[in-house]
């Protein structure tokens, strides 16, 4: 079955630091997508960073970049030089691209992440 | 107005309430979806739309009635909900496996 797991409920993070949210998924099907989406307070889900499967390269968007480990089947964002701003909940999530539920999301339960000052 | 609209943003409701969430997109995608985010669970997939035919009903109680008019409306009918359906309820729309842009969502609140 596929899985998203996320397994830090909680991170903290000094303020211009890097921290690494982690992500390791579970799928047999050879074609998919990650996401990552930041949730700020307010609620609204943010989209931040895409990686498919069969990119060579780590994606990277600004600040963010996700460190692709597809061996590992893992998937964890890197966000560097942190700003109190980046303080909300991150979701991973994966989309696979094959079968009945091709384009749906599953996600993972999230890391909040609290930048200090 | 861009993006992905969600009205009402709160919502409190009885139990023998009829109530509706309406989700609007600007973006000229072709697919909508309704997830329902309750608190410590993963965000559950309830409905999807794509070229306004559903295609995607996750076992979802008939309480919850969905609805696409057209490609830029999507809206969630409730009827006679429980306490537990009580949750931020997130609209989100993309291109068909594209990456989905999701409204502000609505949070629920069935006393």
């Known amino acids: 079955a596929q899985k998203i797991t996320q397994t830090q409920p909680g991170m903290f993070v000094q303020e211009k630091e890097a921290v690494t949210l982690d992500c390791t998924y579970d799928?047999?099907?050879?074609?998919?997508?990650l996401f990552w989406y930041k949730q700020p307070s307010s609620g609204e889900m943010i989209f931040l960073i895409y990686?498919?499967?069969?990119?060579?390269q780590n994606a990277t968007e600004g600040r963010y970049s996700l460190n692709f480990q597809k061996a590992r089947k893992s998937a964890n964002l890197v966000i560097s030089a942190s700003q109190l701003g980046d303080s909300a909940m991150y979701f991973c999530?994966?989309?696979?691209?094959?079968?009945?539920?091709?384009?749906?999301?599953?996600f993972g339960k999230g890391t909040k992440l609290s930048v200090k000052p | 107005e861009t993006g992905v609209t969600q009205t009402p943003r709160h919502l409190v409701m009885g139990m023998t309430n009829k109530k509706s969430l309406k989700c609007e997109q600007h973006?000229?995608?072709?697919?909508m979806y309704w997830y329902k985010q309750s608190a410590k669970k993963p965000l559950e997939l309830m409905f999807v739309?794509?070229?306004?035919?559903?295609?995607e009903n996750n076992s979802v109680p008939s309480r919850f009635s969905p609805e696409c008019p057209n490609s830029s409306h999507l809206f969630l009918h409730l009827h006679t909900l429980q306490p537990e359906d009580s949750a931020l309820y997130l609209c989100?729309?993309?291109?068909?496996?594209?990456?989905?842009?999701f409204g502000p969502g609505t949070r629920l609140t069935v006393l």
């Open positions: 989100a729309s993309s291109l068909t496996n594209n990456e989905q842009f």
């Open positions: 799928t047999s099907d050879p074609s998919y997508g």
């Open positions: 990686q498919g499967s069969y990119d060579q």
């Open positions: 999530a994966m989309r696979l691209n094959y079968g009945g539920s091709q384009g749906n999301l599953i």
């Open positions: 973006l000229g995608h072709n697919a």
């Open positions: 739309y794509s070229l306004e035919e559903r295609v």
